[in-house]
């Protein structure tokens, strides 16, 4: 059982409004994520939200959700709140960024199944030679992740255990795009109307 868990309760400081909430051809960007994971091979989808209606977009897709009230103290505290959430049994955990526009159910299946033989690994993408997101952990590593600090993801895990990596190249490089400022989202949403 893997279970996908999307990080949506950043405080979006360098866009300066919720940028999961901001439209991407007519739909909020983190909603894009919520139909990539549900039409995904997840076998179970948690989203760790901050803002209520964020929250409220989850419900049309019967994704489970927990508030996350520690969003000021960074990433770690979204991570936490989403591997509590999680079902016990859960073999491995997949981290999803609310604010990938681009990612589709084809590059999360392919991540999957990289998983599926690899399962002592952490499978990381890789975007045109670049490392992205989503990342697949172990759930042996749950411990690991319940013990970050601050605004640090997953990559103080991954440097720990560099033998333990698998990088896996996606087929799309701009799967793997997420929108941080103004001028990311203008150009996301520039090349989206063509």
């Given amino acids: 059982m ?7 309760s950043g405080l979006s ?4 409004a919720d940028k ?13 994520v919520m ?16 803002n209520p209606a964020v929250a409220e977009l989850a419900g049309k897709y019967r994704i489970k959700t927990v ?15 989403g591997l509590q ?8 955990y997949m981290f999803l960024t609310g604010d990938q526009p681009r990612i589709d159910a084809a590059a999360i299946n392919v991540l999957i199944n990289a998983w599926q033989t690899n399962k002592e690994h952490m499978i990381i993408p890789v ?21 970050l600090e601050g605004d640090t993801g997953g990559r103080a895990v991954i440097e720990q255990a560099p033998k333990m990596v698998r990088c896996v190249d996606m087929p799309d490089a701009d799967a793997g795009t997420d929108i941080d400022t103004p001028e990311e989202y203008e150009e996301s949403t520039r090349e989206r109307k063509q």
């Fill in 20 to 32: 999961l909430l901001l439209p991407v051809a007519g739909t909020p960007l983190v909603e894009r």
């Fill in 127 to 147: 975007y045109g030679g670049r490392r992205g997101s989503p990342v697949i952990f172990p759930a042996y590593l749950r411990g690991q992740l319940l013990a």
């Fill in 35 to 50: 139909q990539a994971a549900v039409a995904s091979r997840l076998d179970d989808i948690i989203l760790a939200y901050q």
């Fill in 2 to 8: 893997i279970t996908g868990i999307i990080l949506a």
């Fill in 13 to 16: 400081r360098r866009m300066g």
């Fill in 85 to 92: 959430a999680a079902a016990p049994d859960t073999e491995a």
């Fill in 67 to 81: 508030h996350n009230p520690d969003a000021q103290q960074g990433q770690s505290a979204s991570i936490k709140a």
